[in-house]
């Protein structure tokens, strides 16, 4: 004989992998501001900002895409925000200037 499906603890399972899932989201929201230094503009100018970005035009869009791939891979945060020092012997000027 077959045996029914509990459609009730099918919804049920579906419901709690999607509250899951959103605060997985949520949580990595919080973790890339953190990480990309935006957690220092205050709530109105961030809210601006990403309101700007959600109404881009594509070529700024592609523009922004490909920073933000640079920035995973390792290279962004460093040449963006002048955080990296240049302590590290290679003798690397910062933007716009010279190493003396």
Do not use: C, H
């Not at 949580?27 to 205050?42: C, H, I, P, R, W």
Request: aromatic letters at 4%; hydrophobic letters at 40%.
């Amino acid at each position: 004989m077959r045996k029914t499906r509990d459609y009730d603890a099918e919804l049920r399972a579906l419901n709690d992998k999607a509250k899951s899932i959103k605060a997985k989201k949520i949580q990595q929201l919080g973790e890339l501001v953190t990480a990309t230094g935006a957690d220092a503009l205050d709530l109105d100018t961030l809210a601006g900002a990403l309101a700007a970005a959600v109404e881009a035009n594509a070529q700024a869009k592609e523009a922004w895409r490909a920073k933000g791939v640079a920035f995973f891979q390792g290279r962004g945060r460093k040449a963006g925000k002048g955080i990296a020092s240049n302590d590290d012997g290679r003798g690397e000027a910062g933007p716009g200037g010279s190493q003396d």
